[in-house]
């Protein structure tokens, strides 16, 4: 493992540890964000101060961008932390959260660590060295997306933005997916359905709105799992819309999606 990724995956994994021991039975949201159901816990903001003090104590000249504390400027490498991704399941007790670390270097990423501390799971990956699974710390699995499953055999995994507006459009193109895949899975956590195309567990994914540090390290884990990242029109992944799957059935997600222009409250 490169020294990025192991800190990644260590910083990641303490976090992870720090959250299932402090869980409280039922977090309290401690403020909302951009709308009402736009949802922070005082543990998203406690891992966050956790792996920022980790993360620049070990480096203090990188760059650092959270989602609940912002971006600190710094040299040629800059990282991109989720410190909960999945905060609603979190309050809930759903099991579908994670610890999502990205870490770039000249503006290219080069290693993620996705931690779904509670299912005891940990996806890992470094560009150019494949994506692994360890289970409880250890390495359980090199993974690989699903390959040559066509649209309508395809489970797709999705997710919602907190804007009552960007809902609307999302409930309307979604309700034309639906009808034209296996079906459909909302997990609660870019990042673990992200995971999920890299293990297999869904064929594929696509949202409008997610930020970098919603799919930065999740993207890297199915992007070395085999699959393609993109948004549309040969656009980055990005938060007009993130799309994954393996090649032919990425195409065909594009080309059914393209129509219905998922953008158009951008
Ligand atoms: C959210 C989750 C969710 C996705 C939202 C994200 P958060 O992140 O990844 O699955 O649909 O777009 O904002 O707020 O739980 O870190
Ligand atoms: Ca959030
Ligand atoms: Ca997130
Ligand atoms: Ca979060």
Redesign the pocket.
């Known amino acids: 493992m490169s020294d990025l990724l192991e800190l990644a995956v260590a910083v990641a994994r303490e976090a992870g540890d720090m959250l299932l021991a402090e869980r409280p039975a039922r977090p309290a949201a401690v403020a909302t964000k951009s709308s009402a159901t736009d949802v922070v816990t005082e543990l998203d903001r406690a891992s966050e101060e956790l792996i920022r003090a980790r993360i620049l104590g070990a480096r203090p000249g990188d760059a650092f961008l959270g989602?609940e504390g912002g971006s600190t400027a710094g040299g040629r490498v800059r990282w991109i932390v989720?410190p909960?991704?999945?905060?609603?399941n979190f309050m809930y007790g759903l099991p579908d959260w994670a610890v999502s670390i990205a870490v770039e270097v000249d503006g290219a990423l080069v290693a993620g660590a996705v931690n779904v501390a509670p299912r005891g799971e940990l996806f890992a990956a470094a560009r150019g060295r494949g994506a692994e699974l360890l289970r409880d710390g250890r390495p359980a699995e090199r993974l690989s997306c699903n390959t040559g499953v066509p649209l309508p055999a395809a489970l797709i995994a999705t997710?919602?933005?907190?804007l009552p507006e960007r809902r609307a459009v999302q409930a309307e193109v979604l309700a034309r997916v639906l009808p034209r895949v296996r079906d459909i899975r909302r997990g609660?956590?870019?990042?673990v359905?992200l995971c999920s195309v890299a293990a297999g567990r869904v064929d594929g994914y696509y949202?409008r709105?997610?930020q970098e540090w919603?799919f930065a390290a999740g993207g890297l884990v199915a992007a070395e799992a085999g699959a393609r990242l993109g948004g549309l029109r040969g656009r980055p992944s990005g938060p007009a819309l993130t799309l994954c799957a393996a090649p032919g059935l990425f195409e065909e997600l594009h080309d059914l999606l393209v129509p219905l222009d998922p953008e158009r409250d951008a």
């Open positions: 989602e989720d909960i991704d999945g905060t609603v997710g919602f933005g907190y609660g956590s870019c990042a359905d949202e709105g997610p919603d």
